[in-house]
């Protein structure tokens, strides 16, 4: 069954609004719009919009059809959170009268950590990573430099992905990354990040450059701007290869603000690195082993 093409339109003027008035990267837009054409084309098949329709009761059903297919509550209440955006937004305009997303309650979803690596297990995986870079291909000074720079900076895959020859400043050792909402932050890297990069702009991205490549600093083997999937692939081969366990970018992240943490950066430090809004968000980061707490805690507190 397919959308009926009015809703097909209205999604995409949903999406334009997330890109022009929230400022939405694509990749998020993409993910906004998947969901909301599943809750129309459940809630109306062939059939266009209708705002009678449109209420809580039909899209709750959605939630539950989605519940009883075996989603994950996580994926179960990112489309509650995709339809209240929507509810939000047909109201603005005056597509609906009332917003009957505002009813819609999801299960609590649990915090979930990625999967991260040890000190000794990263320091196993670089080791791979540059040895295999040592044959001079493109391809593997690539996943050197982008393994070195998610977890030297903590940065996003897609924002990794979406840097150009002028987000790279050599002589301070930072980059200047576009985050979530279009919020531009500098994050600086180390040394091992910046011999890695040096590497890549002297010797790996000219083997791959074409006349597609333009600005882009990380180039995919067709010379275009690389896909996020390609180096979430190339970091799980790297993982497998390297024998530790497999991780994605996210996860390498995770590690980055972990080890900070763990080595006694503080809290506000690492939320500006990786960008976070909130400090609620970079706490989840933090898991420091009991072992070690129990430590610090023997030295420093006065009634320990």
Not at 189 to 197: D, R
Not at 261 to 270: C, N, Y
Request: hydrophobic share 40%; glycine share 8%; with cysteine.
């Amino acid at each position: 069954m397919e959308l009926h093409a009015s809703n097909s339109a209205l999604v995409t003027e949903f999406a334009n609004w997330l890109e022009h008035g929230r400022g939405f990267s694509a990749h998020t837009i993409r993910a906004y719009e998947n969901d909301i054409n599943a809750a129309l084309e459940f809630t109306f098949g062939s059939s266009s919009f209708d705002p009678t329709e449109f209420n809580a009761a039909t899209l709750r059903a959605f939630l539950s059809a989605r519940v009883r297919k075996g989603d994950a509550r996580a994926s179960v209440a990112r489309y509650a959170a995709s339809l209240r955006l929507f509810g939000k937004w047909l109201l603005k305009n005056r597509l609906i009268e009332t917003d009957p997303t505002l009813k819609l309650r999801t299960a609590k979803v649990d915090n979930h950590l990625p999967q991260i690596l040890s000190v000794e297990q990263v320091n196993k995986l670089f080791s791979h990573l540059i040895e295999t870079a040592q044959n001079g291909e493109a391809v593997a000074i690539r996943d050197w430099v982008t393994c070195e720079l998610l977890y030297s900076c903590g940065i996003r895959v897609a924002e990794l992905v979406g840097m150009n020859l002028t987000s790279v400043d050599g002589s301070a050792r930072s980059l200047r990354v576009l985050g979530k909402g279009n919020k531009e932050r500098v994050v600086p890297y180390g040394m091992p990040a910046h011999e890695a990069l040096r590497a890549w702009l002297q010797r790996g991205r000219a083997q791959l450059a074409n006349e597609r490549s333009g600005q882009a600093l990380f180039l995919g083997e067709k010379g275009g701007r690389v896909d996020q999937r390609v180096i979430r692939d190339r970091l799980e081969r790297a993982c497998r290869q390297a024998g530790v366990p497999v991780l994605t970018p996210h996860g390498l992240r995770h590690c980055a603000a972990t080890h900070m943490l763990e080595g006694g950066a503080d809290l506000r430090t690492v939320q500006d690195m990786l960008g976070h809004a909130s400090l609620a968000t970079t706490q989840r980061y933090t898991h420091v082993d009991a072992v070690r707490l129990s430590q610090i805690m023997r030295q420093a507190h006065p009634r320990a």
